[in-house]
Nanobody, 116 residues
Framework: QIQFVESGGALVQPGGSLRLSCVASGFSFDRYAMAWYRQAPGESREFVAIVTNDNQPTYAESIKGRFTISRDNAKNTVYLQMTNLKPDDTGVYFC??????????WGQGTQVTVST
């Protein structure tokens, strides 16, 4: 079945960097756009970035210039390189395939905490 397994989250100081990974399975990874979302405590889930199946990225305004999304189709993996992290970046980060096929599938997420 369809699965998304996120990893790489950690506690990091403001200004620090992290790279998140998400391994997908159960579908033809190279046919679909992939996206990252995040959910801060007490907030609804929000869009962070998307990469098309031919590697074209789009970013939320709040992270543009600091985060980079990429994918490795050979490894069924999508990445989120995060730099110059801010306390407002704190939250649980999720990846997801884009399309009706994936509407009910979410991974467990990975926790990112930006704090001194």
């Amino acid at each position: 079945q369809i699965q998304f397994v996120e990893s790489g989250g950690a506690l990091v100081q403001p200004g620090g960097s992290l790279r998140l990974s998400c391994v997908a399975s159960g579908f033809s990874f190279d046919r679909y756009a992939m996206a990252w979302y995040r959910q801060a405590p007490g907030e609804s889930r929000e869009f962070v970035a998307i990469v098309t199946n031919d590697n074209q990225p789009t970013y939320a305004e709040s992270i543009k210039g600091r985060f980079t999304i990429s994918r490795d189709n050979a490894k069924n993996t999508v990445y989120l390189q995060m730099t110059n992290l801010k306390p407002d970046d704190t939250g649980v980060y999720f990846c997801k395939g884009i399309g009706q096929t994936f509407s009910s599938y979410w991974g467990q997420g990975t926790q990112v905490t930006v704090s001194t």
